[in-house]
T-cell receptor, first 110, second 112 residues
Framework: KQEVTQIPAALSVPEGENLVLNCSFT??????LQWFRQDPGKGLTSLLL?????REQTSGRLNASLDKSSGRSTLYIAASQPGDSATYLC?????????FGDGTTLTVKP | KAGVTQTPRYLIKTRGQQVTLSCSPI?????VSWYQQTPGQGLQFLFE???????NKGNFPGRFSGRQFSNSRSEMNVSTLELGDSALYLC???????????FGPGTRLLVL
């Protein structure tokens, strides 16, 4: 059974800091790994998708890496801004089923 | 392109009733998945449909069912509602299971 763990559960940083969010999974037989952002009371917004054959993806200030052999992914956020405050979730997908971590709640203080 | 839409956005029901939630995927997307999100359990997979066929199902009781129509729109039904069914129900669509999942805003269900 796939299990996804995200560390830390919560993170508070001052504006402008670079930060790393971690995601680990137990079964490396995945199709892809996706990072999402969720604002309170809202749905999920896709940030980055990494296919199982890829090592990283970048979008603007975001960079996500994937190491399937060790069952780990990281989401790097450069020059954080107060608007980045949200819960960040990672999900691994295999055979049409996605398993989510519990998320990291990020607060960026002005 | 319009995003994933879900209706209704909010719903209040009483125990024992049944409810039907609707999801319209992004045009051209054939895979639709449903998830339940609660504070205690997080996001849990309910089921996934592709071309009108349920291909995967999560660990939920038979009270939870779904279907997908030929236009890829999907419905989820919960019968004999329980208090614990109160949750945010999210629908996601993608071209195939290996492509990016796009989520709708969700339907917030409150069971009294």
């Amino acid at each position: 059974k796939q299990e996804v763990t995200q560390i830390p559960a919560a993170l508070s940083v001052p504006e402008g800091e670079n930060l790393v969010l971690n995601c680990s999974f137990t079964d490396s037989a995945i199709y892809n790994l996706q990072w999402f952002r969720q604002d309170p009371g809202k749905g999920l917004t896709s940030l980055l998708l990494i296919q199982s054959s890829q090592r990283e993806q970048t979008s603007g200030r975001l960079n996500a890496s994937l190491d399937k052999s060790s069952g780990r992914s990281t989401l790097y956020i450069a020059a954080s801004q107060p608007g980045d405050s949200a819960t960040y979730l990672c999900a691994v997908t295999r055979a049409g089923k996605s398993t989510f971590g519990d998320g990291t709640t990020l607060t960026v203080k002005p | 392109k319009a995003g994933v839409t879900q209706t209704p956005r909010y719903l209040i029901k009483t125990r024992g009733q049944q409810v039907t939630l609707s999801c319209s995927p992004i045009s051209g997307h054939r895979s639709v998945s449903w998830y339940q999100q609660t504070p205690g359990q997080g996001l849990q997979f309910l089921f996934e449909y592709f071309s009108e066929t349920q291909r995967n199902k999560g660990n939920f009781p038979g009270r939870f069912s779904g279907r997908q129509f030929s236009n890829s729109r999907s419905e989820m039904n919960v019968s004999t509602l329980e208090l614990g069914d109160s949750a945010l129900y999210l629908c996601a669509s993608s071209l195939t299971v290996q492509e990016t999942q796009y989520f709708g805003p969700g339907t917030r269900l409150l069971v009294l």
